[in-house]
Nanobody, 127 residues
Framework: QVQLVESGGGLVQAGDSLRLSCAASGRAFSSYTMGWFRQAPGKEREFVAAITWNGGSANYAGSVRGRFTISRDNAKNTVYLQMNNLRPEDTAIYYC????????????????????WGQGTQVTVSS
């Protein structure tokens, strides 16, 4: 089972960009579907984006589609979330998640389907 460590969060202004990274330790990273979730204060955790084991397909929440891009580098055991045109409503703790899944598409984007989680990284967007 992998262990996940997120980095790259911070305080930015609306319209700025950030790139989050999630480094995985352990074996067989390329067997994992990877996802990003976020949780804002007082709100439930929500799905942001996910990517298949080989990077061939991705799935996005409607609120971030066109602004965020998920990618992965299996040689570096790392998944990324490039966030452009950030908005104050993107403020949240962002979590990286993983599950063993070599499907060609990300059909299940529920949090319950992911069984390994990182500790989270804070993203704050000021207006």
């Amino acid at each position: 089972q992998v262990q996940l460590v997120e980095s790259g969060g911070g305080l930015v202004q609306a319209g700025d960009s950030l790139r989050l990274s999630c480094a995985a330790s352990g074996r067989a990273f390329s067997s994992y579907t990877m996802g990003w979730f976020r949780q804002a204060p007082g709100k439930e955790r929500e799905f942001v984006a996910a990517i298949t084991w080989n990077g061939g397909s991705a799935n996005y929440a409607g609120s971030v589609r066109g602004r965020f891009t998920i990618s992965r580098d299996n040689a570096k055991n790392t998944v990324y979330l490039q966030m452009n045109n950030l908005r104050p409503e993107d403020t949240a703790i962002y979590y990286c998640a993983a599950r063993v899944d070599r499907s060609s598409v990300v059909a299940d984007t529920t949090g319950q389907s992911f069984n390994t989680w990182g500790q989270g990284t804070q993203v704050t967007v000021s207006s």
